[in-house]
Antibody
Framework: EVQLLEFGGGLVQRGGSLKVSCAAS????????MKWVRQAPGKGLEWVSG????????YYADSVKGRFTISRDNSKNTLFLQMNSLRAEDTAVYYC??????????????WGHGTMVTVSS | QSALTQPASVSGSPGQSIAISCTGT?????????VSWYQQHPGKAPKLIIY???RRPSGVSGRFSGSKSGNTASLTISGLQAEDEADYYC??????????FGTGTKVTVL
């Protein structure tokens, strides 16, 4: 079964750091680009970051550029999101998502259950 | 990058058809055939129901269909069922390796 499992969320103070992870199983992790998408409480979805299959290229939304870093360990089938200088507006459920096809621009076909990150002020 | 514009809510009776619009710009929806739609039930992760404007993933009901004209994409749900009550989000590739989601639409089955 294709599965993504996020972990590492929690409560962090404003200005602090947190690293969330996403463990992949059931598919050839090294063949697919991966994305992070977040959803603030009661709000809509927001694309946060993406990384190519090899990990050689990374991309960010303007709202997190310079503060967040996406990475992956293809030997461990794991995706990461390092979040620094956290702000109250970063409070959200963070989902990892698999790209549906062979291209980075493809849709997100498999989603994890999400991990909650709460930034306290 | 501004969110794509969707109606906040759409409702219909069982068996009816409804349509949800998703309006972007010539930099996103209008420039790429890379619009996707996601269904999200309360407390659950989003589920892909349409990709590349009008293609359906395996296992998704044929009652869901997608289209695009200019800067506006649309999702149509035919033969509305109680289980279709959920939030729906469109998403478009926006160039420069970025993506933009829609504001979301709550579908209510009357």
């Amino acid at each position: 079964e294709v599965q993504l499992l996020e972990f590492g969320g929690g409560l962090v103070q404003r200005g602090g750091s947190l690293k969330v992870s996403c463990a992949a199983s059931g598919f050839t992790f090294t063949s697919y680009a991966m994305k992070w998408v977040r959803q603030a409480p009661g709000k809509g979805l927001e694309w946060v970051s993406g990384i190519t299959a090899s990990g050689g290229s990374t991309y960010y939304a303007d709202s997190v550029k310079g503060r967040f870093t996406i990475s992956r360990d293809n030997s461990k089938n794991t995706l990461f999101l390092q979040m620094n200088s956290l702000r109250a507006e970063d409070t959200a459920v963070y989902y990892c998502a698999k790209t549906s096809g062979n291209y980075y621009e493809d849709a997100f076909d498999i989603w994890g259950h999400g991990t909650m990150v709460t930034v306290s002020s | 990058q501004s969110a794509l514009t969707q109606p906040a809510s759409v409702s219909g009776s069982p068996g009816q058809s409804i349509a949800i619009s998703c309006t972007g710009t010539s930099s996103d929806v209008g420039n790429y055939n890379l619009v996707s739609w996601y269904q999200q039930h309360p407390g659950k992760a989003p589920k892909l129901i349409i990709y590349e404007v009008a293609r359906r993933p395996s296992g998704v009901s044929g009652r869901f269909s997608g289209s695009k004209s200019g800067n506006t994409a649309s999702l149509t749900i035919s033969g509305l069922q109680a289980e279709d009550e959920a939030d729906y989000y469109c998403c478009s590739y926006a160039g420069s390796s970025t993506f933009v989601f829609g504001t979301g639409t709550k579908v209510t089955v009357l």
